[in-house]
């Protein structure tokens, strides 16, 4: 069931926007949590030192190895952003906007 509430204030008229972006901003956060896109990371590489492709490790072709390094990289840069904005909670005067907009845009690739 969903209700909806009409609410009338005289001296917070405007403030809709500000509300709804501060919704946005902790949906953001959700989006694309980088600890657990490390757990998966961590989780190929086990399974590339394990798996054999003709004789030879997963691991140690460098193929793979290169697109594994690229994925891995993707996911450290996703974790100093997620650090970068607990830094920006914590220090109140810094501007979250756009490592916020980088959280949304890793969250929605395919």
Known sequence: MCAFLKIRSSDNGGQGWQVANAILGHERGSLAPPDAAMARITGVIRLMQQETISG????????????????????????????????ARINKNQDTKLAGMVVKLIGTET
Do not use: H, T
């Open 56 to 87: 030879e490790r997963a691991i140690d072709n460098p193929i793979f190895r290169d697109r594994l390094m690229k994925l891995q990289g993707r996911v450290m840069a996703m974790q100093y952003n997620d650090m970068r904005l607990l830094s």
